[in-house]
């Protein structure tokens, strides 16, 4: 067995969830995270999967199905049967912006894919380096002014959310910038506090221990309001960007799945989501669970898809398949 796959809870009695003459395999849910072991997103899928085997009667198992910026995993569920055996846990991101960047789309969000439930919300973080002296984000905007040859920043790839939220930023500002890709958040950090990058873009939780320690300084948030993590540090929209870039982990099953199992799936997962020691976890490695209906998380998918794609389309950016 793949040291990476994580058995939930035991196997109970099987759980026959049918549809239009669909019947789910019995007993088993495999749910795929299409990102490495070891992360906060797959550790919420194992702390939700511990949760909801007992209560749905099923063995799930947590499988990574990496590459592909998320594409391996996704493409895995689109493809399954359509029985309740495969479930896909992602960022909400590669559900949107990959088909917008794709030269020829993989999957069409809507149409192959049921939606299930949002599941935890994370933020990103405007991280400068302790060589900029300046108190907060319109102190640098004004220090970048002063400095036009040093507007690089970096982001933990191209096509992310801090990719085009740096788009949106460099033309809300009215300053040229220069966009460093790296691979992951740690290389960012360290070039900060080196001095080799002006500021940097990555997750707010990946930021948060060397803002303590003094060692980057984090001046603003991309959140709506300010993040409990960091509740000292403003928003973008309080510093004059209208920006708001957080993202989230939600569960989709392929299209045509029972819709009663779909159901029963987002029931299980919120009320996992609720539980004060799964709360205490999810917070802990800076996620913010949240749980919703099937129709929320459509329409959160909805109101992402409306908002960035004129920013990625403004960008020209896109990826050859």
């Known amino acids: 067995m793949d040291r990476r796959k994580f058995m939930a809870g035991c196997l109970g009695l099987p759980l ?3 549809a239009g003459g669909v019947q789910a395999q019995a007993g088993l849910t495999k749910i795929i995270f299409p990102f490495a072991a070891g992360a906060g997103g797959d550790t919420l899928c194992r702390l939700v999967a511990q949760e ?10 947590v499988e990574n199905r990496t590459g592909g910026d998320g594409l391996i995993g996704i493409k895995a569920v689109k493809g399954a049967s359509a029985d309740g055996s495969m479930v896909l846990v992602t960022t909400g991101p590669t559900m949107y912006l990959l088909p917008m960047v794709e030269t020829t789309p993989s ?5 192959d894919f049921m939606p299930v439930s949002l599941l935890a919300r994370f933020e990103f973080a405007l991280v400068i380096g302790p060589a900029i002296d300046v108190a907060d984000f319109k102190g640098f905007v004004a220090w970048l002014k002063a400095h036009p040859d040093k507007t690089s920043f970096g982001v933990p790839s191209n096509g992310t959310i801090p990719h085009f939220a740096g788009s949106k930023l460099e033309k809300d500002i009215g300053i040229p910038l220069t966009r460093v890709p790296y691979r992951g958040s740690a290389p960012i950090l360290n070039d900060l506090i080196g001095g080799h990058i002006s500021f940097g873009i990555t997750t707010l939780a990946d930021a948060l221990p060397q803002h303590r320690a003094k060692g980057v300084k984090i001046i603003s948030v991309s959140s709506a309001e300010r993040s409990p993590f960091a509740p000292d540090v ?3 929209k309080e510093s004059g960007i209208d920006l708001v870039a957080d993202a989230w982990y939600g569960m989709w099953l392929p299209a045509g799945s029972p819709p009663e199992f779909a159901s029963r799936l987002s029931a299980a997962a919120s009320s996992a989501l609720v539980k004060p020691e799964v709360k205490e976890r999810l917070t802990g490695i800076g996620l913010i669970p949240v749980g919703s209906t099937a129709d929320g998380l459509r329409k959160e998918l909805a109101a992402n898809t409306a908002f960035w794609q004129p920013i990625v389309k403004a ?3 896109k990826i050859e398949n």
């Not at 909801?52 to 799930?60: G, S």
């Not at 999957?107 to 149409?111: I, N, Y």
């Open 107 to 111: 999957f069409d969000t809507a149409r």
């Open 16 to 18: 026959l969830a049918q």
């Open 315 to 317: 960008t020209g950016y």
């Open 52 to 61: 909801m085997a007992p209560v749905l009667q099923r063995t799930i198992v």
């Open 234 to 236: 403003p928003t973008l």
